[in-house]
């Protein structure tokens, strides 16, 4: 099955002198279930592209799919539906609320979907993400590798359609990053979970079942089942 589709996908910035062509006729496909990266230099579009597949962006030219659901012509009101309800997000600041527990942050989303959470997967997800005595602490009180398994905990809990993930282990030391991107790949392995990761870090890339290269708004070049030699 695919998770999530792009065809022909075109997205220009700006206009005049001022205009920049981010991509140029972009088509991929997510296949559901496996972890996904996306590689290439500073800004041959890598967060543009996951942007637009994730509904965050508008494409200039072309066609966005997320599920069965086309993303072109959603308007503002079916676009923020679809992020709430079909995808999770994963950033590189991890992006939690400060005044919150870990616990209230991983439920915020499906409490702001008025959604009730499932418990059995709640403690699934707290398990796989190793977090168990550390539920009630605030952002303030945790290590880095550990706001951002808070954050990837909150991605997984509503069981979106595709987790984006924009440079998870960006802000991350090699060790805290190694046990974010075992959890995302265990999420895939062992929960069926889809994950599209942007990363400029073979390391991260070398997680993933297949790695999407960009270079100037194209696709350049993929390899699927990576190891770490063939993604450096
Ligand atoms: P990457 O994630 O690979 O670094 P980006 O997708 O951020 O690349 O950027 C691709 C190109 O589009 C770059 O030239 C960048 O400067 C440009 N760009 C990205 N976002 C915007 C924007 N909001 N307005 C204008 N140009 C943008
Ligand atoms: P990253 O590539 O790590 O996502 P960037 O610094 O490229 O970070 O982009 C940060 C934000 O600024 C993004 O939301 C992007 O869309 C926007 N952006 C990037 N390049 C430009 C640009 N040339 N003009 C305006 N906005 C931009």
Redesign the pocket.
Known sequence: AVAARAVDVWKV?GSGEAQ?VALRGVSMEVAAGRFTAIMGP?GSG???LM?CLAGLDAVTRGEVHIGDTKLTGLGDAGLTKLRREQVGFIF?QFNLLPTLTAEENILLPLAIAGRKPDREWFRTVIDTVGLGDRLGHRPSQLSGGQQQRVACARALVSRPEVVFA??PTGNLDSRSGAEVLSFLRSSVREHGQTIVMVTHDPTAASYADRVVFLADGRIVNELTEPTPQKVL
Do not use: A, M, P
Request: glycine content about 0%; hydrophobic content about 10%; proline content about 0%.
């Open positions: 910035y920049v500073s890598k967060s543009t942007h590189q924009d440079e």
